[in-house]
Nanobody, 125 residues
């Protein structure tokens, strides 16, 4: 069983940057695909980015493509989400997620993941 803990959220002005971190209790078979989701007030949780740890292949939602970068560090068992050129629509609670199978090509859905962190708030003003 993998435990996920997010950090790095905060308040930032539009156009600014933040880097979120997701620390895993261990990189096990339960965390082959790592993902980031977000939920803005009054909206459904949406997938932002995913990475398959074994190949490094990534997927991004259209809304963040070119601005966000997902990466991982096996030695630190940490997944990162680098967010640049933030705008007001990026304000949300961000969640880290893990799945024991390869990332599903071309999509990132809640149902693809089995483990979740508690979230970290990002506020853009």
């Amino acid at each position: 069983h993998v435990q996920l803990v997010e950090s790095g959220g905060g308040s930032v002005q539009a156009g600014g940057s933040l880097r979120l971190s997701c620390s895993s209790s261990a990189y096990t078979q339960s965390s082959s695909c790592m993902g980031w989701f977000r939920r803005a007030a009054g909206k459904e949780r949406e997938g932002v980015a995913s990475i398959y740890r074994h190949s490094g292949s990534t997927f991004y939602a259209d809304s963040v493509k070119g601005r966000f970068t997902i990466s991982y560090d096996n030695a630190k068992t940490t997944t990162y989400l680098e967010m640049n050129n933030l705008n007001l629509e990026d304000t949300a609670m961000f969640y880290c997620a893990a799945a024991p199978w390869p990332c599903i090509a071309g999509r990132i859905l809640r149902t693809d993941f089995t483990h979740w962190g508690q979230g970290t708030q990002v506020t853009v003003s």
